[in-house]
């Protein structure tokens, strides 16, 4: 029989027509659920990358301008409007409540940050971060970088320290002066863990010392050459991406996933 014969046949296609489109509840709900997750990690980020940028900022101005006198700051001024800002001041160490941050590395080498208190003549007193120190042959016994004794005059710039970090129970019930033992280890060091300490105020800022060591401190080994911060933009904006793309590639599975759902199968 041949075509002719067969008037009312339908001429056949090898085109298949799309069905309508029809998303299941269950995987749009849950597209909708991680996009919102993905979207809001994104947004975190951001924001984070944000609050990093200013900080980047604030230090590159803050590096322009002069220091300023330590003394010459009144007691209630805004902190976080000189951090790093360049200071000077003149006063005396209190050598017995040095400690030593522990976990400081420096060219690959593991050491010590030796942190000092220093008594302004006004009687106010500020961390000092005198520089970093090697680890000895032993760490039972950590290195002895006393403090130059009398009236010192110190460089440094102004460094607002974390807060709510981890810290070990007998660390934060001790006083950290020298003994015997030598020098204190903590883990973190910020003022006002170190007031609940010692007992002893101190200024709301810690002081990272510049420039070359004095005459007295030299027979320490103490390194200064402070790099900037890095305060990790790049870091952030990498994860923004990241989850922004996960949002756009679940919209992406989802819609490719629900168009194959509703394509007819192919006459055979």
Excluded at 27 to 47: D, R
Excluded at 86 to 92: F, R, S, Y
Excluded at 189 to 197: E, I, K, L, S, W
Aim: cysteine-free; glycine content about 6%.
């Amino acid at each position: 029989m041949n075509d002719a014969a067969m008037p009312n046949q339908a001429p056949r296609s090898d085109s298949v027509p799309a069905g309508r489109f029809r998303p299941r509840a269950l995987p749009t709900l849950a597209t909708i659920a991680a996009v919102a997750i993905f979207v809001a990690a994104g947004l975190w980020q951001q924001s984070r990358m944000h609050e990093k940028e200013s900080l980047r900022a604030k230090y590159e101005a803050a590096s322009a301008l002069a220091p300023v006198a330590l003394a010459d700051l009144p007691a209630g001024v805004d902190w976080n409007s000189l951090r790093y800002r360049a200071v000077t001041m003149t006063g005396e160490y209190d050598a017995r409540r040095q400690i030593l941050q522990d976990n400081r590395v420096h060219d690959g080498r593991a050491g010590y940050h030796v942190i000092a208190p220093l008594v302004l003549a006004d009687g106010r007193a500020v961390l000092v971060n005198r520089g970093w120190t090697p680890q000895g042959a032993s760490r039972a016994e950590p290195p002895r970088v006393a403090p130059p004794a009398g009236i010192v005059t110190v460089r440094g710039r102004i460094v607002i320290p974390a807060k709510d970090t981890f810290q070990l129970a007998n660390e934060a019930a001790s006083d950290p002066a020298i003994g015997p033992a030598g020098d204190r280890v903590w883990q973190h060091v910020d003022p006002t863990r170190f007031h609940a300490a010692t007992g002893m105020a101190v200024l709301p800022v810690v002081i990272e010392a510049t420039g070359a060591p004095q005459a007295a401190e030299r027979d320490n080994v103490l390194v200064r050459d402070r790099a900037a911060p890095d305060f990790g933009v790049e870091k952030h904006e990498i994860y923004m991406v990241q989850w922004y793309t996960f949002a756009a590639l679940a919209i992406v599975l989802w819609s490719i996933f629900n168009l194959r759902r509703g394509r007819r199968p192919r006459d055979e």
